[in-house]
Every structure is written in C-alpha cells, then in structure tokens.
C-alpha cells in the first residue's frame, strides 16, 4: 500500500537522534548502571495542589468533551498570566490551547506555511523542528547559530536566507539545546527584517521562567508591529513539571487562533476537561515551585560548569537558560556521535549527539540538567573518568 509523502517529512535526523537515549532506557530496564541525561523531562513532581484540583475535578465527574482550544476562564487565565510574567497586552481571542507547545509548534507551522514555502530555523535545532516544517510541505531552510557567538543568533545571517519563497522564521529562546537567551537588540533585528519581509515569526518560549543569572525574557511579540505577525509558543511543561500533562497555548492574532480552534477541532477535539479545568491555577497563582525548580536548574548549571572547568577534551557552552548544556567535544578529538556512543557504552552516561539538533550541532554534545544533584554530580565524574581516559 502506498503512504502519503507526509511521512517520509516526519522521519528524519532528529527523529532519529533518540536513539541513544532509547538505548540508555532499555539498558537500564535490563537493570544495567546508566545514568541518563538525554532527555529534558524535569525530575520535579508538579506542583501539589495542581494535581489535587485534578483529582478533584476527575471524581466529580468533569470526564466530558472539553473546549476544543481552551474554555473562556483558562484563556483569560492564560492572557492575564501572558501579561504579568511578558507585558503583552492580549486577551483570551489571542490565545488558543494545545496539546503542550509541540501541538502549538504543530498548528503554528500548519496554519502559516504549504508547499512551496520555505520557513527558516536556526540551528542547532530542536530535534522535532524538522518533523514540524516538513509536515506542512514547506521546505526547512537552515541558517547556523554559530559556536563563536556562543549560539546567540545573527539576525544577519537570517536576512540573508531570505527568498521571496520564505513565509516564516522559527526561533526558540531560551534556546534547546544551547542554552542562550537571544539578546533584545538581535531580536530586535530579527524584528526588523520580519516587518521589513513581510514573515511570520513563531517564536517557541517554553524555557520563558527557566532563566540564569537574574535574565528578564525577552519576546518579540511585544515589540512594535510585531503582536500582528508573531505566534507565540509555550507550556506548563518545563516551568511547572508538567511535560506529562500536555498543556501549551499559542498566543498569537485573532484570525490565527480561529484556525487553531479548526484544527483542534479536526486533530484531538481539546485537552482532558479535568485538566482545562484545574491547570487555571497555574496561571492565576504564582507558585513557588517553578521558582524553586528554576534555581536548581541554575545551581546545577554551576556544578557542570565548575565539574568541567578544568577538563581537557570538553569546552562547557555556559547557558543562560533552559535546562541544557552544550559540551563542545571537539578537544577529545572524536566526533559528537562517537563521544556519545562511547560515553554510554563504556562508562554509562547518556548524554544527546549534537547532530541530532543539525548540523551546526556537530562537535557537541547535550547533557541535561533534569536529573537529581547526585545523580549529576555522578555522570559528571564518569565523563570526567572516561576523557582522562581518552588522554591516556
Ligand atoms: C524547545 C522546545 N520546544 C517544545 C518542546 C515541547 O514541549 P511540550 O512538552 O510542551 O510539548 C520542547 C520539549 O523538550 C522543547 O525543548
């Protein structure tokens, strides 16, 4: 039988990059050491009374059809939490709910580009970006981020791979997996050259509250003209521990929202009631523990800055946000995927290749931060351990 082209769109490199960590999961299932460090799932548990307005909500009895893109009190929810943590002046017709920011990702990209487009991504990428463009039938043009910047992006290099086929620019800042927060001056460039250009920017924020270093998030949908042409991203995923949840929303203009209601309507018919109705809390309280979570992330920034300080085969990327850091592996003198594959197999470490984010990924590997301080303090020996073994 013969398939749709579609699905040779959505298998690709970055699918593919889960490889290892699918073979750290199944050494471990066969009780093997491994610690893995391939994934960003946080090791937090939500917070507490979320889950209980959940359960609430459950037992009496709210298992009905939900709002297709979010009911009116969690949109508003939403469009007051969007002004208070962004200043962005927007309201519940702005805001669309999703199945986590990958299903706004999804709709995002569905609703703006078709063949015949081209949509341009920096790179490294995150690894379902691909899948994502591809899916529409617009084809993925990919600018570098470079490494001497420290992967800040070039609103240059950007303007450059414009064509008049291009219909939109994705980013993502905090950025996965490089950890850097776009500057407001290079967004603001970047700003320029979508008015100038005529493009959408989709611009998925969902390390928005995982920030270092006393960094304030920057989002080019409060810029001037740019509310009308920049679709928003985010979740509860990473700032709340929620990523088994699947609650994102796209914030973005009226019309687009509209369509984003159709799609829901055609793909998934809403998010679990249950969850519609309890999450609202999420946005109307301020909870501790994404504070909480958001300075361990960054105190384990440290330790992996501070492990690897003195390191001869690794160069950390120090982050500024995000739960990611970037090992430039290229000292030790094998390739990214060799470094991983080794690492794993002789000493029990996952961490992700970079070439699974693009090629402008080669040369370095991911380690996450979402695993408890002693775990990481462990794997941060091991690597130690095993490039002084490969000096040897
Ligand atoms: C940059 C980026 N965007 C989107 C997602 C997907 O997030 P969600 O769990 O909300 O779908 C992730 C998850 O790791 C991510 O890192």
Known sequence: MRYA?????????????????????????QGRDVLVLSIGDPDFDTPRRIADATIERLRSG??????????????????????????????????????????????????????????????????????VVRATGARLVDVPLRAER??????????????????????????????????RADLLALAEVCRARDLWLIC??????????????????TFPGMAERTIVVDSLS????????????????????????????????????????????AFTEDFPEVEAMRARYEARRGRVCDALAGNACTRVVRPEGACFVMLDVRPS???????????????????????????????????????PDAELDEALRRIDRFTRGLQG
């Open 5 to 29: 082209a579609i699905v040779d769109g959505l298998a690709n490199e970055g699918a593919r990059a889960w490889e290892i960590h699918a073979r750290a999961l199944s050494y471990r299932a």
């Open 62 to 131: 709210d298992t009905h059809y939900g709002w297709i893109d979010g009911g009116p009190d969690l949109k508003a929810a939403i469009a007051a939490y969007r002004r208070r943590h962004i200043g962005q002046d927007v309201g519940p017709e702005n805001i669309a709910v999703t199945l986590g920011a990958q299903g706004g990702l999804f709709g995002a990209a569905l609703c703006v580009a078709q063949r015949g487009d081209e949509v341009i991504v920096p790179q490294p990428v995150y690894v379902t970006y691909e899948s």
């Open 150 to 183: 420290d992967f800040h992006l070039d609103a240059a290099d950007i303007e450059a791979a414009v064509s008049p086929a291009t219909r939109a620019v994705m980013i993502n800042t905090p950025h996965n997996p490089t950890g850097a927060a776009y500057r």
């Open 204 to 221: 998925d924020e969902v390390y928005s509250r995982t920030l270092f270093d006393g960094r304030a998030h920057v989002s080019p949908a």
């Open 238 to 281: 990473k700032s709340h521990a929620m990523t088994g949840w699947r609650v994102g929303w796209t914030v973005g203009p009226a019309a687009f929202t509209r369509h984003m209601y159709h799609l829901g309507l055609a793909l998934h018919y809403g998010l679990p009631s249950f969850i519609q109705s309890a999450v609202a809390a």
């Open 333 to 371: 003198g094998l390739s990214s995927e060799a470094f991983s594959d080794r690492l794993l197999e002789e000493a029990g470490v996952s961490l992700l290749a970079g070439e699974g984010f693009g090629s402008a990924g080669a040369g370095f590997v991911r380690l996450s931060l979402t695993a």
